[in-house]
C-alpha cells in the first residue's frame, strides 16, 4: 500500500488565522476557482471582446496562479494586493465598459454590432489579463502556503476538494439565476476569513487591534466597493443574468408596435415583434416557408435558436400545426414567453425545449416538414474550449446531414441570418449542397450587413428557387466539419490576430514570472521541466474533453460544468490511488496513458454519435477520461518525491498556460488534433523524467 510520505519543508511565513491548514487549504482552492469562474463570467458580459477571447481571463489566471504558488514560500505578508486589483478591476470595466464590437480582421468573421464603445481592444485585453493574473495569484499564493505545511500529495488532495467545492458552488449559482453581487459577497468573506487576523482573549496588545484593523481596511475597503459596483448592476430593473449572458431587456413603442429588445453581454440580440409586423417589415423571415415544400404550409416545425419566440409566431402564422421551440439560453426563453407580443410560447401547438440544438436532433426520432436555423450566433465561446462557440456545432457538414436525416418526405431545412461576407454565404449554401447532393435555395437581402436565407429541399423537387445560386468560387473555404468547426474563419491559418495575442501572452508569462515569482524563479523549476510538460498536456486533455462532451450531449453550461467537475473528480481519483495503493511503474502508466491517447484517436466522436444516449455516456467516459486518469496518476507519483513542492506545482501550473495557447492550433488542424500535441509533450514529459523516478513503482 502506497502511502504520502513526503516531508514538507518548514515555513517560514506566518499566517494569522484560527482555522487548521486543511481548513485553509480547501478554503483558499475553492476561492481561487470561484473566483476564477467569476472572473470569466462577468469580465464577459461587460467587455464584448471577451465574447471571442473567453480563455484570455482563463489564461491569465493560470499565469497568477502560477506565480502565486511560486511565491508561497518566500512571501513575507499575505497578498493583500489581490483584493486591491480585484476592487480596482471591477470598478475600471464599470467605469469603462466595452458594450459593443465588430471584429475588422479579413481572417474571421465577428457577428456583432457596428461600432464600439469605450476603450479600445489593445487597451483593455492587456489590462484585464494582467489584473486577472494579479487577482489570482493571491489566492494561489494561500494554497501554496498550504502546501509547504502537508505532504504534497495530501496537500494537493486538499487543493481538489477546494477545487471542486468553489466549481459546484457556482455552478449552484447559475442553476439559480444568481446576479453577480451574490458572487462578489462569497468572494469577499472567504477573502476576509482567510486573512483577517483574528485576536482574541482579554490583553490583546495594542499592535494586534491595529494590525488587524489595517489588514481589515486592506482586504474589505476594495472588495465592499467592488460589491457595492455589482449591487448597482444586479439591481438595475433591466439586467438580468442567464447562465451564458448578463441579459437586458428594453420595452417601447414603434409606429404604434410594440417591440421587446434584447441586449446580451453589451449586443443588441434579439427583437420580439408581433409576428405580422415582422414579415411586413422584414419579409426574408417569411421566405422558408416559400421555397420549402413548394410553398404548402408544413406540419411539424423544428427551430432551433427559438429564442424570445419571434421566430415561432411566424411558424404558427405561416400554418405549422406543431412547432418544438429549442432554445439554449433559458432566460431568453423566460423573457419571450411573458413578454412576446404574440404569446407564441403559451400556443398549445408549440413544445418548448431548453437544450442545444445539435444535441436535440440526436436524441430525437421524430420527423419534421421544415427544420429551421433561426439567427443562432451565440455571442459567447463555450467555457475552457478557446475557438468553440455555443453554435459551433451546428454549421459543420455532420449537423446538416443530421438535419437531413430528420426530415419528413417532402421536407427542407433552411437557416438565416446576418451574414456579413459573402464568402460565408457560399459556404453555408456549399455546406448544404454537400450534404444534400444538390444546390440549395440561396437568396440575399441586400444591404452591408448581407442578410440571406438559405433554403434546401430533402430532394431538389421539395424546393422552390427563386434565382438559381451560382455555386461556389475558388475562393470560398470547404464546409466546417465536427472536427474543425470553424464556420466564421476564412483560412486554415491562425488569424494573425490570434498569433499575436498568443505572443503577447507568452511574452508576459516569461516577465510576469521573472518578477511575481522571484529572481529565482527559473532556477527552481528547471528540475521539474517534466511537470511542466504534464501541465500543458493536461490542458490539452481537458479542452479535447470538453469539446468533444459538446458534440456528444451540447454545448450547453450544465454540460459544460458536468464535463469540468468530471475532470476534477478523475485527477482526485488519480491521486487517492496514488495515496492508497501500489501503483504500476511510471512507464507502465505512460504506456497506459498513450493507449489512451490511441483510444480516443481510432474512436473519433462521430463515431460515438452514432450509439444510444447511454451506451455513448458510458463509452465517451471511458474514453475521455482513461488517459486523463493515466496522466495525474504520473503526475501525482512524480510530484511526491519533488523537493520543492511550490516550484514543482508552479511549473505544472504554468504549464497549463503554455496548453492554453497551443489550443489555438486546433483552428488549423482540428480538434482531434490535439491529441497530437498532446501526445508529443507526454513524450518530453517522459523524457525528461529523472531516471531514479521513471521505473519505480510505489
Known amino acids: 500500500m502506497a502511502v504520502d510520505s513526503s516531508t514538507p519543508p518548514v515555513t517560514t511565513t506566518s499566517w494569522p488565522s484560527p482555522f487548521g491548514v486543511r481548513t485553509r487549504l480547501v478554503a483558499a482552492s475553492a476561492l481561487m476557482l470561484f473566483t476564477e469562474l467569476a472572473l470569466i463570467r462577468w469580465t464577459g458580459s461587460n467587455v464584448v471582446h471577451l465574447s471571442y477571447f473567453s480563455n484570455f481571463v482563463l489564461l491569465g489566471s493560470f499565469l497568477g496562479i502560477g506565480i502565486g504558488i511560486l511565491r508561497a514560500g518566500k512571501a513575507k505578508r499575505l497578498p493583500y494586493y489581490s483584493p486591491l486589483m480585484l476592487g480596482l478591476l471591477v470598478l475600471v470595466i464599470a467605469w469603462k465598459p466595452v458594450t459593443v464590437d465588430r471584429g475588422t480582421s479579413s481572417d474571421v468573421v465577428y457577428f456583432t454590432s457596428l461600432s464600439t464603445t469605450g476603450p479600445p481592444v489593445w487597451v483593455i485585453l492587456p489590462i484585464i489579463f494582467i489584473a486577472a493574473a494579479v487577482v489570482l495569484a493571491g489566492p494561489a499564493e494561500l494554497v501554496g502556503r498550504c502546501f509547504t505545511e502537508l505532504p504534497r500529495l495530501t496537500a494537493y488532495r486538499f487543493d481538489l476538494v477546494g477545487s471542486l467545492i468553489g466549481i459546484l458552488g457556482f455552478t449552484a449559482l447559475s442553476f439559480l439565476g444568481a446576479p453577480p453581487v451574490w458572487w462578489g459577497l462569497i468572494v469577499t468573506i472567504v477573502f476576509a476569513a482567510l486573512m483577517i487576523p483574528r485576536s482574541r482573549g482579554a490583553g490583546v496588545p495594542v499592535q494586534s487591534v491595529v494590525a488587524t484593523v489595517v489588514t481589515g481596511a486592506l482586504v474589505l475597503v476594495p472588495l465592499l466597493a467592488m460589491v457595492g459596483v455589482l449591487l448597482t448592476e444586479s439591481t438595475k430593473s433591466e439586467n438580468s443574468w442567464s447562465p451564458y449572458y448578463k441579459v437586458q431587456t428594453k420595452s417601447e413603442v414603434h409606429q404604434d408596435v410594440p417591440l421587446l429588445t434584447i441586449t446580451v453581454n453589451g449586443v443588441p440580440h434579439q427583437q420580439a415583434i408581433p409576428a405580422d409586423f415582422r414579415l411586413q417589415w422584414e419579409p426574408q423571415y417569411g421566405l422558408p416557408y416559400e421555397r420549402a415544400n413548394a410553398g404548402k404550409a408544413p406540419k411539424n416545425v423544428l427551430i432551433i435558436g427559438a429564442g424570445s419566440g419571434s421566430d415561432v409566431a411566424i411558424a404558427l402564422k405561416k400554418g405549422a400545426e406543431h412547432v418544438d421551440a429549442v432554445e439554449i439560453d433559458p432566460r431568453i426563453r423566460d423573457i419571450g414567453k411573458a413578454l412576446h407580443p404574440d404569446k407564441p410560447y403559451q400556443d398549445p401547438r408549440v413544445s418548448s425545449h431548453i437544450d442545444d440544438g445539435r444535441a436535440f436532433l440526436s436524441r430525437s426520432d421524430k420527423k419534421y416538414d421544415l427544420i429551421l436555423l433561426a439567427l443562432p450566433d451565440s455571442l459567447t465561446l463555450v467555457n475552457g474550449a478557446s475557438s468553440l462557440r455555443l453554435e459551433s456545432y451546428l454549421f459543420t457538414q455532420q449537423a446538416f446531414e443530421s438535419a437531413r436525416d430528420h426530415l419528413a418526405p417532402g421536407g427542407a431545412f433552411a437557416m438565416y441570418n446576418y451574414y456579413r461576407e459573402t464568402w460565408l454565404i457560399d459556404r453555408l449554401a456549399s455546406t448544404a449542397e454537400q450534404a444534400f447532393g ?261
Open 438 to 698: 444538390h444546390k440549395p435555395c440561396v437568396d440575399k437581402v441586400g444591404d452591408d450587413l448581407q442578410q440571406a436565407v438559405v433554403t434546401v429541399g430533402l430532394t431538389e423537387t421539395d424546393q422552390n428557387c427563386g434565382a438559381a445560386w451560382a455555386g461556389t468560387t475558388s475562393t470560398t473555404p470547404p464546409p466546417a466539419t465536427d472536427n474543425r468547426p470553424f464556420l466564421y474563419l476564412f483560412t486554415d491559418r491562425i488569424p494573425s490576430l490570434y498569433l499575436i495575442t498568443i505572443g503577447l501572452i507568452l511574452v508576459a508569462g516569461v516577465i510576469g514570472v521573472g518578477i511575481g515569482g522571484g529572481g529565482s524563479s527559473y532556477k527552481r523549476m528547471r528540475p521539474y521541466a517534466d511537470l511542466f510538460l504534464l501541465g500543458a498536456g493536461f490542458m490539452l486533455l481537458e479542452t479535447k474533453s470538453i469539446t468533444g462532451f459538446a458534440l456528444l450531449f451540447g454545448t450547453t453550461w450544465v454540460v459544460n460544468a458536468i464535463v469540468f467537475a468530471g475532470v476534477l473528480v478523475a485527477v482526485l481519483a488519480a491521486v487517492e490511488v496514488t495515496r492508497r495503493f501500489r501503483t504500476p511503474p511510471t512507464k507502465v502508466m505512460y504506456a497506459i496513458l498513450f493507449g489512451g491517447l490511441l483510444l480516443s484517436w481510432i474512436f473519433p466522436d462521430d463515431w460515438l454519435l452514432s450509439m444510444p444516449v447511454g451506451l455513448r455516456a458510458v463509452v465517451a467516459v471511458l474514453i475521455a477520461f482513461t488517459p486523463i486518469f493515466a496522466a495525474n496518476v504520473i503526475f501525482a507519483k512524480r510530484f511526491t518525491d519533488t523537493a520543492d513542492g511550490t516550484a514543482s506545482f508552479g511549473a505544472n501550473l504554468l504549464g497549463a498556460m503554455l496548453g492554453g495557447c497551443l489550443e489555438y492550433g486546433a483552428l488549423m488542424i482540428g480538434f482531434d488534433g490535439l491529441l497530437i500535441i498532446a501526445a508529443l509533450l507526454y513524450v518530453g514529459a517522459f523524457l525528461l523524467t529523472p531516471k531514479s523516478r521513471a521505473g519505480v513503482s510505489t
